[in-house]
């Protein structure tokens, strides 16, 4: 089983920085790509960027150049650097571990945490 657990959600003024962190534990063998998704009020969860085990990076649009996605891979840990920040990045931020297995794409998910910009 697989645990992911993300940290560092609040409530900042737009303009703002904040720094999420994910944890990740368990049988993490296999574990590739990490993703972040983010679910606004009202809206599906999309996603916003990822990255791979060789440090590959990806971001969506309304993300790039504000947002930087890093990982640690010898702590299980990934963190995602959020500068600029616009109130329509109020969202929950939910942390996302994928591996291959026969395949298909097994996903882990954190219970996720809120990040609040205000005007």
């Known amino acids: 089983q697989v645990q992911v657990v993300e940290s560092g959600g609040g409530l900042v003024q737009a303009g703002g920085s904040l720094r999420l962190s994910c944890a990740v534990s368990?049988?993490?063998?296999?574990?590739?790509?990490m993703n972040w998704y983010r679910q606004a009020p009202g809206n599906q969860r999309e996603w916003v960027a990822d990255i791979t085990n060789g440090g590959d990076t990806n971001y969506a649009d309304s993300v790039k150049g504000r947002f930087t996605i890093s990982r640690d891979n010898a702590k299980n840990t990934m963190a995602l650097q959020m500068n600029a920040l616009k109130p329509e990045d109020t969202a929950v931020y939910y942390c996302?571990?994928?591996?291959?297995?026969?395949?298909?794409?097994?996903?882990?998910w954190g219970q996720g945490t809120q990040v609040t910009v205000a005007s």
């Open positions: 368990g049988t993490i063998f296999g574990i590739d790509d």
């Open positions: 996302n571990a994928r591996r291959m297995a026969g395949g298909l794409p097994l996903n882990y």
